[in-house]
């Protein structure tokens, strides 16, 4: 299936992949993100289970702390 | 409103989503700022500006020459000075109408409770994660509003959060201290940016305590200086939030 992240097309995704298998897939630190998945964050409790589609647009935001 | 508040509040009193009494709530207004940094700064400047009634500043540090290049509410010869005794003159300077309270402590577990109650609107601009969650979870037992903003490199975030029941706090947001969270001065942050979000945290303040349009609670304005873009999206309550579940 396809996956749009940050823009990007992204082609030949495995069907049923959620979005613990996705930032797996990505190597990306799943402490230091949030993910967002059509204009809605994903509760990191819920990364595992939650299932993508296909079509879906995800935006990977970087956790900032300054100030 | 006296004659003399009518002539300085003017241009907010002509807009039909703050008008008269939308004044008469802003002038009446209590709010806590923690962190009185880049985004403290412009925030407080601009709600002393709106006559924003009480306003306490919560910050333990003292200004560093590095804060200068962001931080616009000092001057030179503050460096050295409290920073929260030194803003706290600016903004009386800026509009003696109102109250400031300097706190020149740092915030912690223990003293989050008591720092933060009697306030209508707390605003989160500090640059830790752990004193953000002590701010995230104070606001929770307090239910008080918090807006909350973050800067790093050319990014910049807010969000408000209303500590209901059925809405996403901080923490639904950032579970945990991110791995080798980056400081400002770590990594670096672009001064102007600074004015950007401080000035946000403000305008949804403003709204807040208003009612005026609608405001970000329960969604997260992402700001991307380096592109000049911006996208504002929903937040979700987790579940199983470690503060508010």
Redesign the interface.
């Known amino acids: 299936m396809n996956l749009v992240i940050n823009g990007q097309d992204y082609h030949d995704i495995p069907v049923g992949i959620t979005v613990a298998g996705l930032l797996d897939h990505l190597e990306l630190?799943r402490?230091?993100i949030?993910v967002?998945r059509n204009?809605?964050?994903?509760?990191?409790?819920?990364f595992d289970s939650a299932v993508l589609s296909d079509g879906d647009r995800l935006?990977i935001?970087?956790?900032?702390?300054?100030? | 409103m006296t004659p003399h508040d009518i002539k300085r509040y003017a241009r907010h009193i002509v807009l039909k989503e703050i008008g008269g009494p939308g004044q008469q709530a802003l002038l009446s207004a209590k709010v806590a700022i923690i962190g009185a940094g880049g985004l403290g700064g412009p925030a407080g400047l601009y709600l002393a500006a709106a006559g924003c009634g009480q306003i306490t500043l919560i910050d333990d540090d003292i200004v560093d020459a590095s804060n200068l290049q962001r931080q616009v509410q000092f001057v030179h010869t503050d460096v050295g000075m409290d920073k929260s005794i030194v803003m706290a003159d600016t903004l009386k300077d800026l509009n003696p109408d109102i109250k400031v309270i300097p706190k020149s402590e740092r915030l912690d577990a223990q003293n989050a409770s008591s720092l933060l109650s009697g306030h209508d609107i707390i605003l989160d601009g500090t640059d830790s994660f752990e004193t953000r969650f002590i701010i995230n979870e104070a606001v929770l037992r307090l239910k008080l509003p918090l807006v909350s903003g973050a800067l790093g490199r050319f990014d910049g975030q807010v969000a408000v959060f209303d500590a209901g029941l059925e809405t996403p706090c901080y923490r639904c947001l950032v579970p945990e201290t991110p791995p080798g969270a980056e400081t400002c001065a770590e990594v670096g942050v672009v001064g102007a940016l600074a004015g950007v979000v401080g000035s946000m945290m403000a305008l949804e303040t403003i709204k807040l305590i208003t009612g005026a349009g609608e405001t970000l609670t329960g969604r997260l304005w992402i700001f991307d200086g380096l592109r000049a873009e911006s996208r504002t999206v929903a937040l979700s309550k987790d579940p199983l939030c470690p503060a508010c579940h």
Do not use: D, L, R
């Not at chain 1, 204009?39 to 819920?46: D, Q, R």
């Not at chain 1, 935001?61 to 100030?67: P, S």
């Open positions: 630190p402490k230091k949030a967002e204009m809605e964050i994903v509760p990191k409790s819920t935006e935001i970087h956790f900032i702390g300054g100030g």
